[in-house]
C-alpha cells in the first residue's frame, strides 16, 4: 500500500534495512523505524496542530507500544501524553515510567484495574461507556482523594462503528447521562469524544469527516444548551495535518496522532503527504516452492491493504537490484507463517514491504534506527511487539 510512497520519501530507509539484514544486525519479521523521521512527523504535526489551539495526544499501538518512542512523543516532542486503548498498554507505559494522558479509548479498563489507574497513572481523562463504569472510577477517584476527568461517547442511528467495536450512550440519553455522571462523587465532565471521526475516501483521494463527527458536535452542542462546560471535543482516528483544520472546523480541541507518525495513513498511499513514510516491514526469502518463493511471515495484518513487496537482488545498480513483485495470500484466514511472492530469488535474499501497521497485534520485532538521514545509522534497539526489549544474543 505504501511502497511506492516510501521509495518516494524514504529511500535511505529501504537501503539501510536490507543493509543491516545481510550483515546479521535484523532478523526477518521487523518493523524498521526511522527514529528521525518519525521525530520529524511528530514535530510537524505538533506545529499544524499548534496554529490551530488543538492538544495532542499520542497512540503507540501501531508502533508495538514501544517505550522510546512515546518518551520521545511526550519528551521531545511536547504532546500531552500517551493515549492507551486498552489496559495492557497503560501497564506498559506505567513501567516505562511514561505519562499517559487518555485511557478507555478503545477498550475499557477493567474494574480490577480502575482502582491503580485512577490512583497510580492519574490520566487526565478516561473514556466511560456505561453508568457502571463511571461509577467504578467515581468510587477509585473517592478512595484516591483526587478529582477523576472523563469523557463520553454519545451515538445516533446511522454512525459508523467497527464490528465488535460498538459502545457508548444513545444520543437521546444525554440529558440523563450527563446528570448522573456529574453527580457522581469525585468526577469532572472533561468533555466527549466519538470515533472513528475520519476516513480516507477513495473516490475524493482525500480523508474525510465521518457521520460521527456530526453527532460529536451536536451532542457538545446539546451539552453546551445544558449548561455543562465541555473543556474537552476529542476527535481521533486519522489525525493528521491533512484533518486538523478539519477537526478545529467542528470544535474539536483533542487529536490523537498515531498512523500520521509512521507517514502511513491512507491518503499518503501516493506520498503526497507532509507526513514522510518512517516505517518498514523487513523479511527475507526463506524458501522455494514451485514458481514461487516465500518469505518469513508474522507481520501481516489483514486491513493492511498489503499488495506488493521490495525484493533487493544483491549488490547491482539499484535498478537492476530492486525488483517489486506481486504479494498472494491466499487464505488471510491461516497464521502467517509465510508470505508467498512471485517469482524465484535467491535465499537470503531481503524482502521489503509497507502498508498499514497495527504491530501490537503481531508477533513482529521493532527495530529503531535513529541517524539514516545524516547517513550516520545507528540501532537504538529492538523491542517485541508490545513494547518490551529483546536481544537476538
Given at each position: ?189 472533561a468533555g466527549l469524544t466519538h470515533f472513528p471521526c475520519f476516513l480516507y475516501d477513495l473516490e475524493s483521494q482525500t480523508t474525510r469527516p465521518t457521520v460521527n463527527l456530526n ?179
Amino acid at each position: 500500500m505504501f511502497l511506492t510512497a516510501l521509495k518516494k520519501q524514504n529511500q535511505v530507509l529501504i537501503d539501510t534495512a536490507a543493509d543491516y539484514l545481510r550483515k546479521g544486525k535484523l532478523k526477518p519479521d521487523t518493523y524498521v523505524i526511522d527514529v528521525d523521521q518519525l521525530r520529524a512527523n511528530a514535530n510537524r504535526i505538533k506545529a499544524k496542530a499548534d496554529t490551530l489551539g488543538i492538544k495532542l495526544y499520542a497512540m503507540t499501538k501501531q508502533i508495538g507500544r514501544n517505550p522510546v518512542l512515546a518518551r520521545m512523543l511526550v519528551e521531545e516532542c511536547q504532546y500531552e501524553g500517551i493515549v492507551c486503548v486498552d489496559f495492557k498498554e497503560v501497564r506498559q507505559m506505567k513501567l516505562a515510567g511514561i505519562k499517559v494522558a487518555h485511557v478507555g479509548h478503545l477498550v475499557q479498563p477493567p474494574s480490577g484495574m480502575v482502582p491503580s489507574i485512577v490512583a497510580d497513572i492519574q490520566p487526565e481523562v478516561i473514556t466511560v461507556y456505561s453508568l457502571d463504569k463511571a461509577r467504578e472510577v467515581s468510587s477509585a477517584a473517592v478512595s484516591a482523594n483526587r478529582i477523576q476527568g472523563v469523557l463520553l461517547k454519545f451515538y445516533q442511528a446511522g454512525d459508523q462503528m467497527y464490528v465488535n467495536q460498538e459502545t457508548g450512550f444513545p444520543i437521546e440519553q444525554l440529558e440523563q447521562v450527563l446528570a448522573e455522571v456529574t453527580a457522581l462523587p469525585n468526577l469532572k465532565l472533561a468533555g466527549l469524544t466519538h470515533f472513528p471521526c475520519f476516513l480516507y475516501d477513495l473516490e475524493s483521494q482525500t480523508t474525510r469527516p465521518t457521520v460521527n463527527l456530526n453527532t460529536l458536535k451536536l451532542s457538545t452542542d446539546k451539552a453546551k444548551e445544558l449548561g455543562y462546560h465541555i473543556e474537552q471535543v476529542n476527535g481521533p482516528s486519522s489525525t493528521s495535518c491533512e484533518t486538523l483544520p478539519l477537526l478545529a472546523e467542528f470544535g474539536g480541541t483533542h487529536g490523537e496522532p498515531g498512523h500520521a507518525l509512521t507517514g502511513t495513513t491512507p491518503a499518503n498511499h501516493d506520498g503526497s503527504q507532509p507526513e514522510k513514510v518512517s516505517v518498514l516491514y523487513l523479511s527475507e526469502i526463506s524458501h522455494h516452492y514451485g514458481d514461487h518463493s516465500y518469505c518469513y511471515g508474522g507481520g501481516y495484518y489483514r486491513r493492511g491493504n498489503l499488495a506488493s513487496a521490495l525484493v533487493c537482488q544483491g549488490e547491482n545498480d539499484q535498478a537492476e537490484r530492486e525488483v517489486i513483485v506481486p504479494v498472494n495470500n491466499d487464505d488471510d484466514s491461516n497464521i502467517d507463517y509465510h508470505l508467498k511472492l512471485e517469482g524465484k530469488f535467491a535465499i537470503g535474499s531481503p524482502v521489503v514491504m509497507a502498508f498499514r501497521t497495527q504491530v501490537f497485534v503481531t508477533r513482529s520485532d521493532v527495530a529503531l534506527i535513529a541517524g539514516i538521514s545524516q547517513g550516520v545509522p545507528e540501532l537504538v534497539g529492538t523491542y517485541n511487539s508490545l513494547g518490551d526489549e529483546v536481544s537476538y544474543g
